[in-house]
């Protein structure tokens, strides 16, 4: 298989893949994201009360976490069911550093970023020998584990020795958030900054040598060894990168709330996760986007509503059983159909397609 | 070192109930290669159910019947309507989409019947044996011995029945069962209704046994999931042995202070162990697949 060929296969899927990372085109692209992005930094926080603040800073960090679903699947086709458990793994790990130490905030975030990277590695390994429904199996039962260890242990809120648990409620601490941004607004704007950090960094990945390797992986394991691409070196490179997200989304969640309960990281909302990740899409940035809006801001919307929000539940299944059977990219994939259809009827007017 | 007794027995029963949702769940597999993840949610739709008309007090064995055919009527449901637009993807696309179906049952079942506690009791629970010094009610000896006798019966069905037989075609080689003009859908049909049977039944017992609560009887499927891999989600027997183990050992932990928070890590700890097992001597091959 020639990379032209897999280039023309590839853009059938709504995406581009150069061979440089960066081209007109590309900067094009980022440009076109990156303006309304600044634009809903610096006005949107203004506007918010702060119930949709907190509301939207969680999507995002949500959506950073959902960004490393969408790499696993859209990528590799691979399913892992334990990514909320792994952003509680970050979070653990930064509020530990965060009380044991005087590091600095983006210090702690790396910390809690590399140490899950290491355990998404870990949870990935058996990846390489096994893959499909095994995989799922065994990063659902991590995820159900985790959820029943964390659930004893609780999070780290400034106490002495490895666990870090105070005995009193009234001892707790609050994890410092970074100086430069200290309110609810400077937060926010300080989670879009890193979450487009990381959107970034997926993106150079799937523009460079690992995206190229990965695609032709996705095609045939077969291909890709005689091609001579190192198909385990890739593959546990994907797992600790998606791992790496969501430590960074779990410290930025640790920073944005303060302290953290155990038993909010249950197994059930890393399957959450991982089904919103294919209703938003799974194809490009915007797909995560989609999916942190659907599991944290929609939500919201039904409570101001006064909408009982089990309901949501009915409308993810529902949107989930749609994406699988005639969506494959997503509702990302289908506002992109609509600008494509949009701009070839405003390009030649009158004209068919 | 504790009386460890009462907490077998009560193991033993729990875990019997997740060997019977694995045996529904293996079936089912076996046949159709879906891997149901809504299986714990149909089972608490059917006890909710059941729970709702005895409120309206009608006669129990109408309620428990209506419960597991309301289970079993979800189940064909989903197999007729749902599952056939996805019978050539990948198999993990097919258990992903059974995720779908459980947040769609989760919802309902929540919204509905709202979060308040309720229980759901058997007449049986009040009656009670002494055997080995330990007080075993006969609900917890009914759970053990319809799944041994359950699983008795597929397994016969199986090897037996000419239904079973196309059954086991079916999980051999779908395409070529299909050639030698196997009723593909027909055979699958009977799979989703046997395993929503079992699912109804998991359902009540589960309800009886642990707790009337959808999220809890939704997330039960993780437990039977964990006996079915026990069993390489082939064997009906390595399921049920499986589903004890896990039963087991999850209450023989209770007693111990320092595990004893921990000891729902039970099931996950055995699946990841039997996975990585079985697994131990694959290497990386061309075919991919499961």
Redesign the interface.
């Known amino acids: 298989m020639t990379s032209r060929s897999l280039n023309s296969d590839s853009t059938t899927q709504g995406e581009s893949m150069t061979r440089w990372p960066v081209t007109v085109a590309s900067l094009r692209s980022m440009a076109g994201v990156a303006i309304p992005l600044i634009l809903v930094a610096i006005i949107l926080p203004g506007l918010l009360s702060a119930f949709w603040l907190r509301a939207l800073t969680s999507s995002a960090i949500f959506a950073l976490a959902a960004a490393g679903v969408a790499l696993l699947y859209g990528r590799l ?1 691979l ?1 892992s069911l334990a990514q909320v458990a792994l952003l509680g793994v970050g979070a653990w790990v930064a509020l530990r550093l965060s009380h044991g130490t005087d590091l600095p905030f983006e210090l702690v975030l790396l910390g809690g970023g590399i140490v899950t990277g290491l355990v998404g590695l870990i949870v990935g390994l ?1 990846a ?11 990063t ?3 995820a ?2 985790f959820q ?2 964390v ?2 242990t609780g999070f780290p809120d400034g106490g002495s020795g490895f666990l870090g648990r105070v005995t009193s409620a009234s001892a707790r601490l609050l994890m410092e958030r970074p100086f430069v941004a200290q309110s609810d607004e400077a937060y926010f704007r300080y989670v879009l900054v890193v979450v487009a950090a990381g959107f970034l960094l997926v993106e150079i990945h799937r523009r460079t040598r690992p995206g190229r390797a990965w695609a032709l992986i996705r095609k ?3 291909c890709a ?1 005689s091609a001579g691409v190192n ?2 070196l890739y593959q546990t490179w994907a797992f600790t990168l998606a791992g790496f997200l969501a430590g960074i989304a779990g410290g930025l969640l640790a920073g944005s709330v303060g302290q953290l309960d155990g038993r909010n990281f249950p ?2 909302s890393s ?2 996760l ?2 919103l990740t ?1 209703v938003g899409g799974v194809y490009s940035w915007l797909g995560p986007a989609i999916t942190g809006l659907l599991y944290r801001a929609f939500p919201s919307l039904l409570i101001a509503w006064n909408i ?1 929000g ?12 749609h994406a ?2 005639t969506a494959p990219a997503g509702i990302a994939g289908q506002l992109g159909d609509v600008g494509r259809w949009l701009s070839s009827r405003i390009g030649r007017r009158g004209g068919t397609r | 070192m504790p009386n460890l007794s009462p907490f077998f027995v009560t193991g033993l029963a729990v875990g019997a109930i997740y060997a019977l949702s694995g045996v529904g769940l293996v079936v089912l597999y076996r046949a159709s290669g879906v ?1 149901n ?1 809504a299986y714990g949610a149909i089972g608490a739709v059917g006890a909710l159910l059941a729970w709702q008309l005895l409120q309206y007090e009608l006669p129990e064995t109408l309620a428990w019947l209506a419960g597991i055919g309301l289970a079993t009527l979800l189940s064909l449901g989903y197999g007729r309507m ?1 599952a056939p ?2 019978a050539y ?5 097919k ?3 059974t ?10 079942s ?2 509905y019947w709202s979060d308040d506690p309720r229980q759901f009791a058997i007449p049986t629970d009040t009656i009670g044996v002494s055997m080995l010094g330990v007080r075993v009610t006969v609900t917890r000896m009914i759970a053990f011995s319809m799944t041994l006798l359950i699983t008795i019966g597929v397994a016969l069905f199986l090897t037996r029945t000419r239904l079973g037989l196309l059954m086991r075609a079916l999980a051999n080689n779908r395409d070529l069962s299909a050639l030698l003009g196997i009723q593909v859908l027909q055979v699958e049909t009977w799979a989703w209704f046997i395993s929503g049977v079992l699912a109804g039944i998991s359902g009540l017992m589960l309800s009886d046994l642990v707790r009337l609560d959808a ?1 809890v009887l939704t ?1 039960m499927v ?1 437990p039977a ?2 006996a079915a ?1 026990v069993g390489r ?1 082939r064997s009906l027997w390595g399921t049920m042995i499986g589903g004890l183990l896990i039963g087991v050992l999850e209450a023989v932990a209770t007693p111990f202070q320092v595990i004893s ?2 000891r ?2 039970a ?3 055995v ?2 162990i039997v ?2 097992w079985l ?1 131990r001597r ?3 091959t ?1 075919a ?3």
Do not use: K
């Open positions: 086709g399913v058996p390489l020998r096994m893959r499909g429904l095994y995989l799922a199996l065994i659902l039962m991590a159900g584990g029943v260890i659930g004893g045939s394991e077969a060894l198909v385990t197994a059930s399957i959450l991982f089904a294919v009982d089990n309901l949501a539940f009915i409308v993810f299944g529902a949107a989930l059983l699988l059977i | 891997l993840f749902v637009h996805l993807r990948d198999t993990v696309v258990a992903v989409a995720l779908g179906f459980a947040l769609v049952l989760l919802g309902f929540r919204w999220i997330f993780i999931m964990a891999v989600l928070p921990y729902s890590v099931p996950f700890v699946a990841i996975i990585l697994q694959r290497v990386i061309f991919g697949g499961t």
